[in-house]
């Protein structure tokens, strides 16, 4: 069970608005809300001269924010202090949330290379993973609506479910080997109206996540999770990560 807070038994999930425990409930709670507040999200982004890591924040604030109430707030601000983990692999420190995503951001905005790069920086959103729950559909409305702005789209209805996220578990672990950009290069198609794709992502199956299984936290004061996370951002080779990696090889020593 992914209980990062430690107060399931008395707060249920994540802490939602109804303490529920069920877990099917809340994924229903959570795809129902999604579908009920995917317009307002859309428009919000639509009128968005430029989209800033606030604006990201927002989008999952308008989206989950009747069921979570820490929803648009990162991870540096909700748990500063612990690890996520899914299988063998990480995502970004806390303190590093808004510098991935700004970083997925800027590839499109300033280097415009979406059409060269959609899964660098979809890979970018994911390994910064700012949400404790729904980064997947946080980061999916974002990058339709960079594409939309590129004059362009992404085939997501064709696209395989496990075989997109054994691809992005493998862009997080390198960003370097462009796996997602090569899985999601010949699903790029032509720009299409907002109100098309909106009924398409509605009925998306759940793209939010790396391969199968529960996200872990832990500690990062535990050497044993302060190590493991260090070898993890060595093998991937990415400067972002190099600041935290020096504060906790000290704070372990």
């Known amino acids: 069970m992914f209980d990062p807070f430690g107060d399931y038994a008395s707060r249920g999930y994540l802490r939602n608005t109804a303490s529920e425990k069920d877990l099917e409930i809340i994924k229903i709670a ?6 009920a507040q995917l317009p307002i999200a859309l428009d919000f982004l639509a009128q968005c001269k430029r989209i800033e890591y606030s604006d990201f924040l927002e989008v999952h604030r308008i989206l ?6 820490w929803a648009g707030k990162d991870r540096n601000t909700v748990l500063p202090d612990r690890s996520i983990s899914k299988g063998e692999v990480y995502f970004c420190h806390p303190k590093d949330c808004q510098r991935a995503i700004e970083e997925g951001l800027s590839i499109d905005q300033d280097k415009k290379q979406m059409a060269v790069k959609p899964g660098f920086i979809m890979g970018m959103f994911a390994y910064g993973h700012p949400f404790l729950d729904g ?4 980061m999916l409305l ?10 362009m789209s992404i085939n997501w209805i064709d696209t ?8 992005l578990t493998r862009e997080i672990e390198d960003p370097h080997a462009g796996a997602l950009d090569q899985y999601l290069l010949p699903c790029i198609g032509e720009k299409i109206l907002r109100d098309q794709w909106l009924e398409s992502i509605s009925i998306l199956p759940g793209l939010d996540g790396v391969n199968a ?5 832990a500690q990062y004061t535990d050497p044993k999770v302060a ?3 260090q070898a993890f951002e060595r093998r991937r080779g990415y400067q972002l990560a190099e600041q935290n990696i020096s504060a906790l090889t000290k704070g372990s020593k």
């Open 135 to 138: 980064n997947g559909r946080a």
């Open 64 to 69: 989950l924010s009747a069921l979570y109430p």
């Open 227 to 229: 190590e493991s996370y």
């Open 142 to 151: 974002v990058h339709a609506e960079l594409c939309f702005r590129a004059n």
């Open 160 to 167: 395989d479910k496990a075989a997109y996220l054994e691809a």
């Open 30 to 35: 959570e795809h129902e809300l999604f579908r």
């Open 213 to 217: 299984g529960a996200d872990f936290s």
